[in-house]
């Protein structure tokens, strides 16, 4: 079994349909991962063991999302040294999701969160995903096969509706006048 790499975190179980988009593409890249529920307000101490404990057990980084006051990235980051992905979550109680994105965005220096658009989760998992390849080539190659994959699927998807005189590749056809 694979030594899991990335903690997947989030306030509560309504968080999950969004934060299972980052657990969909590490698996998809062969990253392995964790996922738990742990809420900075309903289970604090919880929290605080899972961020100081994540180092200990493997863990590189520690994707966090939440909605609402969404204190959960910038709480567990100001305990623990891994970098933490934030994930703004539009929940039932949010202001459109502008509170959970400007609670996580809006750290204090010395605390930084990276932090991804609302309900991007996916884009977590793919930043994650990127950071541990700094150190591993194999998993380098995997993102670089991802990314080809979106470019093949945007290029599939133009060609079904231009037309044959329409825009092509990085340049237009020329036009004789």
Known sequence: ???????????????????????????????????SIVSA?????RMFSYAKEAAGRG??????????????????ASVTHLPVIGVPVKSSNS??????????LQMPN????????????????????????????????RILAYKESMKEKVLEAALKIEKPSAFKGNSRKKVKK
Do not use: C, F
């Open 41 to 45: 307000h309903r289970t604090p101490e």
């Open 1 to 35: 079994m694979n030594k899991v790499l990335v903690g997947i975190i989030m306030g509560s179980e309504s968080d999950l349909p969004v934060m299972k988009e980052a657990a969909e593409v590490l698996t998809q890249l062969k990253v392995p991962y964790e996922i």
């Open 110 to 141: 010395g605390v930084p969160v990276a932090t991804v658009a609302l309900n991007a989760a996916k884009n977590a998992g793919i930043l994650a995903a990127q950071m541990l390849s700094l150190s591993d080539a194999q998993l380098q190659l």
């Open 59 to 76: 863990i590189k980084v520690i994707i966090a999302g939440a909605g609402g006051a969404a204190h959960l990235p910038g709480m567990t």
């Open 95 to 104: 202001i459109d999701g502008w509170d959970s994105i400007l609670s996580i």
